[in-house]
């Protein structure tokens, strides 16, 4: 099991089929094909169950992947604390954040790590929580700022701060004619609204559709977008609601001009926002620096237990 059958393997798995493998790792589906069957030849086990779609694995590939991610991750840690040693301050951080928290934190925190580490590279991939938590656990990246629950043992969960979502609406609507500001409802209250939705995949849609669910509702979608930002600030052109998390609107009290703020009632808040890394990774000092400018306290909680699921 050397370094490149294991990324051909990995990158099966993770893409689900060969031919897609293929154009991921910027090679020849025949070269694909012949290096998994060169693999199952020297294990004399078949790694994949082939007619699927997705590929599945097979117990032998379990097996061979469980040992693949062991393997690299090893050697992963062991390039970078090679890599501390001979180099110094000079490296890489590949960070997973939401778009919308880039916008929020980037501005803050980046010009003060780069000040004290000029020479290292971030490697920045905006994605939604759900996503950056896959490439995490993948192996894909090195840190990633999540909005979700502490969900798997793999992963270190260090808060950053809670989510409180509420429901912000237009002055104009129904509901704000109906009940004051403030008061807190429940969602079947704004169920002949229109929102303003989040697309598939954001942490708030999740909550969301889950509230709709629960609830037995199925309110008029008016648009969707990828952008916390665009949608908090048509809610009140549009006169409709959106399900927001409160700090987005804490940072743009201008918004309160014409809206108003709802807290919900019986939401659970399960998903928070969290820095969080592999336990089986290594942290070079200066991903601990970054983590540190996101939870200060960091250097208190390192002899600690982290959140876990």
Do not use: W
Not at 164 to 175: I, Q
Not at 202 to 230: C, K, M, N
Not at 251 to 278: A, M, N, W
Not at 289 to 304: K, S, T
Request: glycine letters at 4%.
């Amino acid at each position: 099991m050397n370094e490149r059958q294991i990324k051909y393997m990995l990158t099966i798995f993770r893409e689900g089929s060969i031919s897609r493998a293929a154009e991921v790792l910027y090679v020849s589906q025949p070269s694909v094909s012949q290096m998994v069957r060169k693999v199952e030849e020297e294990l004399r086990a078949e790694l994949f169950v082939r007619h699927t779609n997705p590929m599945v694995l097979t117990p032998a590939g379990e097996c061979y992947m469980q040992a693949a991610r062991a393997i690299q991750s090893i050697q992963q840690n062991l390039d970078r604390q090679l890599e501390e040693i001979r180099l110094g301050t000079r490296g890489s951080i590949r960070l997973g954040m939401p778009l919308q928290r880039s916008l929020e934190l980037l501005p803050d925190i980046f010009p003060r790590f780069h000040a004290r580490y000029p020479a290292v590279n971030l490697k920045l991939t905006e994605l939604g929580s759900d996503a950056l938590e896959t490439m995490l656990l993948n192996h894909q990246l090195d840190l990633a700022c999540l909005t979700t629950s502490a969900k798997t043992n793999a992963l270190n969960y260090i808060l950053i701060n809670r989510e409180e979502l509420v429901l912000l609406a237009s002055r104009n609507t129904a509901l704000a004619g109906r009940i004051e500001e403030g008061r807190p409802i429940d969602i079947r209250e704004a169920e002949a609204e229109s929102f303003i939705s989040l697309r598939t995949g954001h942490s708030t849609r999740i909550t969301q559709d889950g509230l709709f669910a629960d609830a037995h509702i199925s309110p008029d979608i008016l648009f969707e977008t990828e952008s916390i930002e665009v949608a908090k600030h048509a809610v009140g052109p549009c006169q409709a609601v959106f399900l927001c998390p409160k700090n987005y609107i804490d940072i743009s009290p201008e918004i309160k001009r014409t809206c108003v703020v709802y807290p919900l009632i019986d939401v659970e808040q399960g998903r928070h926002f969290y820095v969080c890394h592999r336990k089986d990774q290594y942290l070079t000092h200066y991903m601990v620096e970054l983590i540190r400018l996101l939870r200060p306290d960091f250097a208190l909680l390192q002899g600690e237990e982290f959140q876990e699921a």
